[in-house]
């Protein structure tokens, strides 16, 4: 796709001197890669798809729950729908306490870098278990998706981008792994080059009160040309938007 390889110019790389555009060289081939590989991917979607599946099957067919429903003999889409049920956070609840008390091997092969929280407006704050492999699918979709923004929309990378990023660590399980947001845990693993983007300093993200950490993003941010907003929740840029019309004279004191 020509859009997609003239994203180097759409990134504004002429702008930069001769060894900024050097370091940023592997940030925009990486996602251009990634990007690619996704074009190429939807020309096979059921065998991508299908392979995709039986590969996360086998990786984890020795698991507690992967020999609680014969992971090993699933062969097939078909195979895995007849034999694995539909499922809610309860159902896998005590599972989860397993991990987080440091059993091994019981939904996945690899042990948990980390859980993910949910907000707990529906009830208990639910503990998600993020592995190596979940991080790196789940930054690369995220590679994929800002190159195809930034392919539509040109102006992006000449401002800054807006985030309301929760923080990455809120504190430990009794085996001492990890617990916070997924918006804090994807900020931290981006490449250095995307940091620069951002309208605010990582020590905003920090920032344990909900309430002072959105003013204070409120206000720095009011400073910097601001060319992309990113949250993952539409409704925090309606939160946003008039707690900014609440404090409208002290922010333009």
Known sequence: NNNIYNLKLLLG??????RLKKIMGFPIRKYLYAAYKFEEQTKSLIETQKELLLSKIRKNSETEYGKRYDFSSIQSIKQFQESVPLINYNDISESIEKIKNGEKNVLTKQSPIKFVTTSGTSGEPKFIPVTQDFLEEYTNSWNI?????????????????????????EGYTKSGI?????TGLTQESQHFISKMFYAVPK???????????????????????????????PSTINIICQLGDELKQELIE
Not at 13 to 18: D, E, G
Not at 178 to 182: D, I, K, L, N, Q
């Open 13 to 18: 790389v002429k702008m930069l001197s001769r």
């Open 145 to 169: 998706w800002i190159t195809y923004a930034v392919n539509e929309h040109r102006r992006i990378p000449l401002g800054k981008v807006l985030s309301f990023i929760s923080p990455p660590i």
């Open 178 to 182: 990890p617990y916070g947001s997924m």
């Open 203 to 233: 020590e905003v993200f920090n920032i344990p009160n909900l309430k002072k950490r959105q003013y204070t993003t409120l206000r720095l941010s009011l400073e910097k040309n601001v060319s992309m907003l990113n949250t993952a929740n």
